[in-house]
């Protein structure tokens, strides 16, 4: 029985307690239970849900988005059901098929959060996903503190809610939709005119490349 506040749900076989409203993803994470994940924060409400890696299979419910899915007393999760994996797969497959992985020349070598999701989930660049080429953006190295690199970005758009939530500004945001859609600056400015302090909090939550601190 669950505490006043607490629901009981199982995760792979294994009994978990969880706030109520908590989502199955932290509730598993906090029961030492992974499930991929690149856009997660936590404190995000609306979550962002943007990377769709997290996907589980719920009984009764079929497959979701476990960042986004609420706990619900008596719900019986399952984070390695064929239908959610091969889902992680291919959303996997299509963010490292956009993705240039130059890792050897790149700032983060040896530290990308994304490549370690993908290795992990033993997901590799598909050789037969070609994407529409991309139009190469400048490097915008205009702020004192901060590069921001808008070719590597994966659209998680964790730093744009940093921004706005923990440091109240909004240097950055998306512009167009679907397959256009990119993280750009405030009224496309050079992040240097913006209202960026250089706080750090994007750097911070960028899980590749896009932002990074300039070198002393
Ligand atoms: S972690 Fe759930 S969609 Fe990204």
């Known amino acids: 029985m669950a505490e006043k506040g607490y629901v009981e749900i199982t995760i792979d076989g294994q009994t978990v307690q969880a706030q109520e409203g908590e989502k199955i993803l932290w509730a ?3 029961a030492g239970i992974e499930i991929p994940h690149l856009c997660a924060i936590r404190e995000a409400h609306p979550p962002l849900g943007t990377c769709r890696l997290c996907f589980v299979e719920v009984e ?3 497959v979701v988005a476990s960042c986004v ?15 959610a994996k091969t889902l992680r ?7 490292l098929a956009d993705h240039d992985l130059e890792c050897k020349t790149c700032v983060k070598e040896g530290n ?5 999701m993908a290795i992990s989930m033993k997901v590799k660049k598909p ?10 953006l400048p490097v915008d190295d205009s702020h004192p503190l901060i590069i921001f690199d808008p070719n590597k970005c994966i659209r998680c758009g964790k730093c744009v809610w ?6 109240e500004l909004v240097p950055f945001d998306f512009v167009y939709k679907g397959y256009d859609m990119r993280l750009t600056t405030f009224l496309s400015r050079p992040l240097g005119e913006t209202n960026c302090t250089g706080c750090g909090e994007c750097v911070e939550v960028c899980p590749v490349a896009a932002l990074y601190f300039r070198k002393a």
């Open 162 to 167: 940093v921004c706005r939530e923990k440091a």
């Open 127 to 136: 050789k037969n996903l070609h994407p529409f080429p991309r139009e190469e």
């Open 112 to 116: 990308c959060e994304f490549l370690q």
């Open 69 to 83: 899915e609420p706990v619900r007393e008596g719900m019986v999760v399952h984070t390695d059901g064929e239908r």
């Open 60 to 62: 009764g419910e079929g």
């Open 89 to 95: 797969r291919r959303a996997m497959e299509l963010l």
């Open 28 to 30: 598993a994470l906090d």
